[in-house]
């Protein structure tokens, strides 16, 4: 990728939402802002995933499988203790989470009584992309199971088909980007997410970015927020 700013952060950013309709880029886009500002990712989505050999990733699944919302309390049940970790200090990237009016009030809570949030409150990035994209890429998203890199069949595919480039593991699709699936949540999020960016929108450094521009333009469009949004930024 082309680093459009070429010096790294030297400062916390403090915690970054990335709000958009499941497709709309908000994976790629964390990684990116990993690699540039050295600040965790925590999907609320993999840390699911990562559980699901336990009895209660196992009651996750039951959710995720149909396309619908974790319960409120149990997401943010699961998500406050990582939230709390050292390598969060610096700030983090919430990829994921809020995805409801409720959950991101927890939120906003949670970061004022932990102090973990600038005068501004949290930047949160809002993802827009067209529907008649988002089918598209979604039923062509294609993951690393051993890297966790995101490739598209359409818009970003692998340099050998069905291959990481990284590590040559064979790529796989995630079960909820199933077509059935899909529709069920993306009808989720329009009754449940739409709400919240509204809601998100007056308590934070709020920046809405068209997301279906080349993935480096993307990428500059982020930063540029991401920057604007810092403590002591005009
Ligand atoms: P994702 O990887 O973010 O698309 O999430 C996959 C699935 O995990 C979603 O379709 C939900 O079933 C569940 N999930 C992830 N994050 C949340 C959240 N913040 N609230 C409720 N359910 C969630």
Request: charged content about 25%; overall charge neutral; aromatic content about 8%.
């Amino acid at each position: 990728m082309s680093e459009p700013f070429a010096a790294p952060a030297a400062r916390s950013l403090g915690p970054v939402i990335l709000l958009g309709v499941p497709g709309a880029g908000k994976g790629t886009q964390a990684q990116r802002i990993v690699a540039h500002y050295g600040i965790p990712q925590i999907s609320t989505g993999d840390i699911f995933r990562a559980a699901a050999d336990t009895p209660q990733g196992r009651e996750l699944a039951q959710y995720m499988e149909r396309g619908e919302l974790v319960p409120d309390r149990l997401v943010c049940a699961i998500l406050a203790p990582r939230l709390q970790q050292p390598d969060c200090r610096q700030g983090f990237i919430l990829d994921g989470f809020p995805r409801t009016v409720p959950q991101a009030d927890w939120l906003l809570t949670f970061l004022a009584e932990h102090r973990m949030s600038g005068a501004r409150g949290p930047i949160v990035v809002y993802l827009t992309v067209g529907y008649n994209d988002l089918y598209r890429r979604l039923a062509g998203r294609r993951t690393c199971p051993k890297c966790g890199r995101i490739y598209n069949d359409f818009s970003q595919p692998p340099q050998r088909p069905g291959l990481c480039d990284l590590d040559g593991a064979e790529l796989v699709q995630r079960r909820d980007d199933d077509p059935a699936v899909i529709r069920e949540r993306l009808i989720s999020y329009e009754e449940r997410t739409l709400p919240l960016i509204e809601h998100l929108r007056r308590r934070s450094c709020f920046h809405q970015i068209y997301g279906a521009d080349p993935v480096a333009r993307v990428t500059e469009n982020v930063f540029w927020a991401l920057e604007s949004c810092r403590d002591g930024a005009a």
